[in-house]
């Protein structure tokens, strides 16, 4: 996420502190308006699985990798909607310095998650269509490609602005 949990070196030198947790916690919720949309895609798609003809077919490895996958996107998506939660209970309480710190932290752990669920979707995908290695070079590949992306990537990008 762009954001940095509050502590935002982006804004104007005219910004109150006060605006900036407005603004911190706006782009906050856009972002996790996305990420929502996505995991919970995911959740509902893992959800109707059981019901299909081939299911039947897995093994006990691909069941069991289906159950954490199927608990992985639940879990990324009660991270993800959790902020709301949150700012609901704390609603009115002054709480918004705290709120976007948490909110930060609870976002990178929902698509911390995410990522997992989206590798181990693909890993059971390739394995129950083409088997073998494939599935390991596949969901590994993405999951290589969401940890850069998502992770590295904004990292870098931070230690060089710091410069």
Known sequence: M?????????SDPEESQHERLQRN?????????????????????LL?????????????????????????AFAATGLLVAPVALH???FRKQHKEWLVVVAHHLARGGLALMSL??????WLVYD??????????ASMGLF?????LWFV?????RVTDED
């Open 2 to 10: 762009g954001d940095n949990g509050g502590r935002s070196q982006d």
């Open 117 to 122: 669920a989206f590798a181990g979707a693909v």
């Open 48 to 72: 109707t699985l059981p019901f299909a003809a081939r299911f039947t077919t897995l093994d006990a490895t691909q069941e069991a990798v289906y159950l954490a996958i199927v608990l992985d």
């Open 153 to 157: 990537l904004p990292m870098w990008a």
């Open 88 to 90: 609901r209970g704390v």
């Open 144 to 148: 290589a490609l969401l940890v850069v």
């Open 25 to 45: 916690w706006a782009e906050l919720l856009q972002e996790l308006r996305v990420t929502q949309t996505g995991i919970q895609l995911l959740a509902g798609f």
């Open 128 to 137: 129950v269509v083409v088997g073998g290695g494939a599935s390991w070079v």
